[in-house]
């Protein structure tokens, strides 16, 4: 009872008490299929303990493979909840939603769970440290992703184009732009490749600090019962994205808000929850090497390695109308640029204060007041 007790209550453990929203979500599916909201919320909240084993499974897999397969594991798995949302609103023809959740997850890792860690772990500290030359290359990735992002918007508006309006579910943009986000994404994938090996080969021990024994909690999992979770946990995920995807539309409707603001900022929380806490928790234990790693090293995965497997998925025939272009609305571009920016700003130092994290999470509420009104 003590060690169910400590894993629930730890850094980790805490998503599984929302177990229960799995069928619940389920339920209401079938028998209130009309209860759009409420399937909804169901379903957000069941994506986090789904989320949570899967990164788990992932963990103890890497564990006991090495710190080669094991970075490729969590390439592959570290944003798969996310990656099966925007799957499955991209089929449903809701690229637009798509593309905000992509934003949405680099500005609630940037400045949502980076504010929330310097402000946490720095309340009883005066500074907290970490090292600058990991940080500031994971954000000069994100630099080179913004550019990637921007450039397509760049030549949509000189061609005398306009950028999507917010309120749009897709938008046609033709097949230059399409071919130039096709190529635009295999750069992007040859840059995230090429930051793979330097983290995880050449520069290993700059990205992979220690992990003192205590962090662990509970036995070790072996390798046949960490695939089993894991695949539990991908058929769970592909259930309760399925079944967010189908709300959102008359979800958003009902409650008043926009698909512009759920994709941003709800989808973005509710795919990356159990690792937004698991950042904020190192930062409390003063490992802010690894709570900055998570933060900022997610954005970087979510930019250079989910947003251009999207793009290339969206090429496959049945999956939408048509392929998905890189073109973002103003208020999405204006919004990476100036997060990765102030990041930028915030790590060049290699230290924090409490100070620093509320002014992060002081932006990030600012923008999610004008993407309400958006």
């Given at each position: 009872m003590g060690r169910l007790r400590r894993l629930l209550f730890s850094g980790s453990g805490w998503p599984y008490l929302l177990v229960p929203f799995i069928p619940a979500a389920i339920l209401l599916e079938i028998v209130a299929h009309e209860e759009y909201t409420l399937i909804f919320l169901a379903a957000a909240l069941g994506v986090i303990p789904t989320a949570a084993l899967m990164g788990r499974a992932t963990e103890e897999l890497a564990m006991r493979t090495g710190p080669g397969i094991g970075g490729f594991l969590n390439v592959t798995?570290?944003?798969?909840?996310?990656?099966?949302?925007?799957?499955?609103?991209?089929?449903?023809?809701?690229?637009?939603?798509?593309?905000?959740?992509?934003?949405?997850?680099?500005?609630?890792?940037?400045?949502?769970?980076?504010?929330?860690?310097?402000?946490?772990?720095?309340?009883?500290?005066?500074?907290?440290?970490?090292?600058?030359?990991?940080?500031?290359?994971?954000?000069?990735?994100?630099?080179?992703?913004?550019?990637?992002?921007?450039?397509?918007?760049?030549?949509?508006?000189?061609?005398?184009?306009?950028?999507?309006?917010?309120?749009?579910?897709?938008?046609?943009f033709g097949n230059d732009l399409e071919t130039m986000s096709f190529i635009v994404a295999i750069v992007l994938l040859g840059t995230y490749a090429a930051g793979l090996l330097f983290s995880l080969r050449t520069h290993r021990s700059l990205f992979n600090p220690a992990h003192a024994a205590e962090d662990h909690v509970g036995e070790a999992w072996p390798i046949k019962r960490s695939v089993l979770m894991l695949a539990i946990a991908g058929v769970a995920v592909g259930v309760m994205s399925e079944i967010l995807v189908g709300s959102i539309t008359e979800a958003s409707k009902s409650i008043g808000i926009s698909e512009f603001f759920v994709g941003?900022?709800?989808?973005?929380?509710?795919?990356?929850?159990?690792?937004?806490?698991?950042?904020i928790y190192f930062a409390a234990k003063d490992k802010m090497d690894l709570a900055v790693n998570i933060a900022i090293g997610s954005s970087a995965q979510i930019a250079l390695f989910v947003a251009p497997v999207l793009v290339l998925i969206s090429f496959i025939p049945g999956i939408g109308d048509h392929p998905m272009a890189l073109v973002f609305n103003g208020y999405e571009l204006v919004a990476v640029l100036l997060a990765i920016l102030v990041a930028n700003f915030v790590v060049n130092e290699g230290e924090s204060t409490w100070f620093e994290g509320l002014q992060l999470l002081a932006l990030y509420a600012l923008m999610g007041v004008v993407f309400y009104y958006a």
């Open positions: 798995f570290g944003n798969f909840p996310e990656l099966v949302i925007a799957f499955f609103a991209l089929n449903a023809g809701l690229q637009e939603v798509v593309k905000a959740s992509i934003i949405g997850s680099i500005l609630g890792n940037v400045l949502l769970v980076m504010g929330l860690a310097m402000f946490v772990g720095g309340r009883k500290r005066e500074r907290q440290f970490f090292d600058r030359t990991a940080a500031n290359v994971q954000v000069l990735m994100l630099l080179l992703a913004a550019g990637a992002l921007v450039l397509p918007a760049v030549f949509q508006l000189i061609n005398g184009g306009s950028l999507p309006r917010v309120g749009v579910e897709e938008v046609n941003l900022i709800v989808v973005a929380i509710v795919g990356n929850a159990a690792e937004h806490w698991v950042a």
